[in-house]
């Protein structure tokens, strides 16, 4: 039989009385899934800083439209099937992630030229590039950075392949690449 709490009791002092000899459990078992994104971080430049050597990606050409929805795609001569499908489907780790939100496209390209330079991807793993789908701007109106994000991957050397993202990941407004290992990272 339990003993009833005099009436002039509180219920929050009976709770504390209760967990009394309650001892903390450690932190430190928790796993975390994914880490967190690093926010974009953007160099001091002036116009005339960028060089050749820096500057890989051209502007020039025709850039193809693609709209909010559009899946975009792209793989290298060499890479294989499986591993591309794995891509596609979101099975491969995210090692690390960059947002190119809120960015210019002079500010993004310099951004996406550092992370991919700096990215070091384990084997069996992707980075993730998350580039918007301009969803706040007028209806019909084409998202320009997805445009150049396409275009930018399909030419950078590191990049073998990239594929649009799985919905939790960000859908048609990020994708994933696999990047060849730099030569440095060895």
Same mark, same amino acid.
């Given at each position: 039989?339990?003993?009833?709490?005099?009436?002039? $009791?509180?219920?929050?002092? +009976?709770? !504390? %009385?209760?967990?009394?000899? /309650?001892?903390?459990?450690?932190?430190?078992?928790?796993?975390?899934?994914?880490?967190?994104?690093?926010?974009?971080?953007?160099?001091?430049?002036?116009?005339?800083?960028?060089?050749?050597?820096?500057?890989?990606?051209?502007?020039?050409?025709?850039?193809?439209?693609?709209?909010?929805?559009?899946?975009?795609?792209?793989?290298?001569?060499?890479?294989?099937?499986?591993?591309?499908?794995?891509?596609?489907?979101?099975?491969?780790?995210?090692?690390?992630? $960059?947002?190119?939100?809120? +960015?210019? !496209? %002079?500010?993004?390209?310099? /951004?996406?030229?550092?992370?991919?330079?700096?990215?070091?991807?384990?084997?069996?793993?992707?980075?993730?590039?998350?580039?918007?789908?301009?969803?706040?701007?007028?209806?019909?109106?084409?998202?320009?950075?997805?445009?150049?994000?396409?275009?930018?991957?399909?030419?950078?050397?590191?990049?073998?392949?990239?594929?649009?993202?799985?919905?939790?990941?960000?859908?048609?407004?990020?994708?994933?690449?696999?990047?060849?290992?730099?030569?440095?990272?060895?």
């Amino acid at each position: 039989m339990t003993k009833k709490a005099p009436d002039n $009791v509180s219920d929050e002092s +009976l709770f !504390l %009385k209760a967990v009394s000899d /309650v001892e903390r459990l450690d932190t430190s078992n928790k796993v975390e899934l994914r880490p967190t994104p690093v926010p974009a971080k953007l160099r001091a430049s002036t116009d005339d800083e960028i060089t050749p050597a820096d500057d890989m990606l051209s502007d020039s050409g025709e850039i193809e439209k693609v709209m909010a929805q559009t899946i975009l795609s792209h793989c290298r001569s060499g890479i294989q099937n499986r591993l591309f499908k794995r891509l596609r489907q979101g099975k491969l780790q995210i090692t690390e992630e $960059v947002d190119l939100h809120g +960015l210019s !496209l %002079k500010q993004a390209k310099q /951004v996406l030229l550092d992370f991919i330079q700096l990215a070091y991807p384990m084997e069996g793993c992707c980075v993730c590039i998350v580039h918007g789908k301009n969803n706040r701007s007028q209806a019909g109106q084409a998202p320009i950075m997805k445009q150049y994000v396409n275009y930018w991957l399909q030419q950078h050397p590191r990049v073998l392949a990239f594929h649009s993202a799985q919905p939790r990941d960000g859908g048609t407004g990020s994708v994933y690449a696999i990047l060849k290992r730099s030569a440095y990272s060895d």
